[in-house]
């Protein structure tokens, strides 16, 4: 990547309009980070330590908590740091480096979730051919897949942005540095790669949105068909939570990437929400509607003392 800046470091501004509430806003976040880690690592103690859960479904949900881990990790950190007062100054490579794996696990959870979809497909659609289909090696190669392809897209995305000079100002009116942002800071004309930036950002959600409404199209069609009413129901369940989490994923990024006319404070509202408020919940979405997943997170927190004998 060609760095041609003379700017070193760059100054978080923070979210717009909200100063003065920087306690305020430090104990609510600082709780969403805790809870997103904990409830996080909590579904992965739970599918690791039961053998029930050893399964392609809970392999990818296993990884979406790991995801969900770091997601939030790449900007909570150092907004908490300056939330308490501390500097703001966050350096050019740690601006790169914080742009870059806020796509690579943005875009990986993006395949993720299609790749979600598709488990829960095959699993309904085909049932008696699902093992086969969604062997180890199967799951192996889609997993890595999901990396490999974010990796990508985070990196044209990242050398795209950075590739401009950035000779000043340097003060970044946002909590984290994020391309929209950034390319106002850049003393070039960005308005085609404005444009490339947004096709890239809104064409690889798009396709994955649609290829997991394709997947759940045939799955609804094979739901109807089952007699059975409890199994219609549990069918259903699975394939609900995985939507709402899904809709809580995808909803942010339309809001952000692909408004007509951005909005400072309302992008970065949303954008704490899908940064913070999300993983915290996907835990919750998955487990409260899922006897396995409560079954096992019982055991677990049995094992660690929360729970009573």
């Given amino acids: 990547m060609r760095n041609l800046s003379v700017v070193t470091e760059f100054i978080l501004l923070g979210i717009p309009h909200t100063e003065g509430l920087e306690t305020m806003l430090f104990v609510m976040f600082l709780s969403f980070y805790i809870f997103t880690l904990m409830g996080n690592l909590l579904i992965m103690l739970a599918i690791v330590s039961s053998t029930q859960l050893h ?20 900007s909570s950190p150092k907004m908490l740091f300056y939330l308490m007062g501390n500097s703001r100054a966050i350096s050019y490579s740690g601006c790169v480096s914080q ?29 008696l051919r699902y093992s086969i289909i969604m062997s180890h090696r199967v799951c192996a190669i889609l997993a890595m897949g999901t990396s490999f392809f974010g990796g990508i897209q985070a990196t044209f995305l990242t050398t795209l942005t950075f590739q401009l000079p950035y000779c000043g100002p340097n003060e970044v009116d946002y909590y984290f540095c994020d391309i929209p942002v ?61 939507l709402t989490a899904i809709l809580l994923f995808y909803l942010p990024v339309v809001l952000i990437y692909l408004q007509p006319t951005p909005k400072p404070w309302l992008n970065a509202t949303v954008q704490v929400l899908n940064n913070l408020v999300t993983p915290m919940l996907n835990p919750l979405i998955y487990s409260l509607r ?17 729970l009573p004998e």
Wanted: aromatic share 14%; proline share 3%; hydrophobic share 45%.
């Fill in 99 to 127: 742009l870059f794996f806020y796509h690579f696990l943005g875009c990986t959870e993006c395949f993720l979730y299609t790749v979600m979809a598709y488990d829960r497909f095959i699993a309904i659609c085909y049932p």
């Fill in 182 to 242: 950034m390319l106002k800071l850049a003393c070039a004309d960005t308005s085609t790669l404005e444009m490339v930036g947004l096709i890239s950002v809104g064409l690889m959600p798009l396709s994955c949105f649609l290829l997991i409404l394709t997947s759940y199209s045939c799955i609804v069609c094979s739901i109807l068909q089952i007699r059975s009413s409890e199994g219609r129901h549990r069918a259903f369940s699975t394939c609900s939570a995985h």
């Fill in 55 to 74: 399964t392609p479904m809970y392999f990818f949900l296993s990884k979406l908590s790991i995801f969900d881990i770091f997601f939030p990790s790449v």
């Fill in 290 to 306: 899922n006897k396995e997943v409560k079954s096992s997170l019982r055991k677990v927190l049995h094992q660690l003392g929360f």
